[in-house]
């Protein structure tokens, strides 16, 4: 087998939107990749139409992605990529779980905390599948961009540097930069919490607030993610990096961010199962809301966007009544 940072043969589990997008990234570095599917329907589509017309239309995958719904068709592969929704982790862990070789390195790039049990993804995996070399891959990584081929940068972190080097080379392209980092805690709360941020500038852009507040809001936000973090114990500098700020601007700023077109539409009054019920995809922000607001309280964190935006989502607060509660808050320092 060869070494982590030359690897041949790589699985990512998850085809949704990101997991697809990996996979034609990772295939662009001629290498064999094996896509997951869970929905059997959908893994038979895409290896017969070369596409996956339901989360990621348009884009083309090529011969050298080998699209499955067969755990066991993941066995020989030398990296794996987890890229499934946080709150069926635990689920699809378990699958995989008799087939992994306790050796293998394995790569989340799932961004959420699991609601009940408040964890973080490799946490989820730690406990699933005991003890390894994990690595989380995140940052301002918008799929259909990527997938068009335009340039983006993403953070790579592992508790050791040499191992999040050797898992780095991997993802470099001329138009993906992918940078090493040593906080995996960090890494994973900026990618999780943004999308609780994004549901509130969705919110801010819908009712037409302008680039001021949303700006204000944003840095707030960033400012509850990072007063969190490292009260868990992330390194601070995190969240000033692509994982941190770089997260936060790409999905709060893009309409191609499912999180900030659930904001939009609740600003527009419409009710937040309707909208997830139309959604394809995961808005991962709407679960880690709930999550984020417990974690604030468990280490006495003062998080009052995430539990503004928890309060518009489960308990029907008017947006607007939202918004201005932010803004008339006692006065404090920066």
Known sequence: MSSPSNSKSLAVIGAGAWGT???????????????????????????????????????????N????????????????LFVVPSQFLRFVARIFKPIIGPNLPIICASKGVEQNSLLLPLQILEEELGPRNYAVLSGPNLS????????AASVIAAKDLA???????????????VYASTDPLGVQLGGALKNVVAIAAGIADGLGLGNNAKAAL????????????????????????????????ATCGSSLSRNHQV?????????????????????????TARAAAALGR?????????????????????PFKSISDLMTRLPARE
């Open 21 to 63: 997008t990996l996979a034609i990234l990772l295939a662009e570095k001629e290498k064999q990749i094996n896509l997951w599917a869970y929905e059997t329907d959908l893994a038979r589509k895409m290896q017969a139409e070369r596409e996956n017309k339901i989360f990621l239309p348009g884009f083309p995958l090529s011969e």
């Open 65 to 80: 992605i080998t699209i499955t719904s067969e755990a066991k068709q993941i066995a020989q592969a030398e990296i794996i």
């Open 144 to 151: 259909n961009e990527i997938a068009r081929g335009l340039p």
């Open 163 to 177: 191992q999040a080097k050797l898992l780095q080379a991997n993802f470099m392209l001329e138009r993906f930069r």
């Open 218 to 249: 944003l840095i707030r936000g960033i400012a509850e993610i990072g007063r969190l973090g490292e009260a868990m114990g992330a390194q601070a500098k995190t969240f000033t990096g692509l994982s941190g700020m770089g997260d936060l601007i």
């Open 263 to 287: 904001g939009e539409q609740i600003a527009k009054g419409k009710k937040l199962d309707d909208i997830l019920r139309r959604m394809k995809a995961v808005a991962e922000g709407v679960t």
């Open 298 to 318: 468990k280490f006495n964190v003062e998080m009052p966007v995430t539990n503004e935006v928890v309060e518009v989502l489960f308990h029907n607060k008017p």
